[in-house]
């Protein structure tokens, strides 16, 4: 089975290049099957990460960023997969 794991936040603003910077740089102690960066309008910042587990396996997951270079919580959801059929 696959889950994705998303992570999204919000960068303080003008700080938004700083932030995917820092999402970059995150290393996990396993490797994910699949890992991808997006960024939208209002310095937003996605981290996508598949894995190879099971929906409620403990995975690793990005930490929170330094309190300074965001503008609210981040926000964590859990997907599976759906049979497109």
Do not use: C, K, N, S
């Not at 890992?35 to 409620?56: G, K, N």
């Amino acid at each position: 089975m696959t889950v994705a794991l998303m992570w999204e936040a919000r960068a303080a603003e003008g700080r938004g290049e700083e932030l995917l910077a820092w999402a970059r740089a995150q290393r996990f102690d396993a490797a994910p099957l699949r890992r991808e960066h997006f960024r939208a309008p209002q310095d937003r910042v996605l981290v996508i990460t598949w894995w190879d587990a099971t929906y409620d396996a403990e995975l690793p997951e990005l930490p929170d960023p330094a309190p300074e270079l965001v503008t609210r919580a981040v926000h964590r959801w859990r997907f599976e997969p759906v049979d497109a059929g």
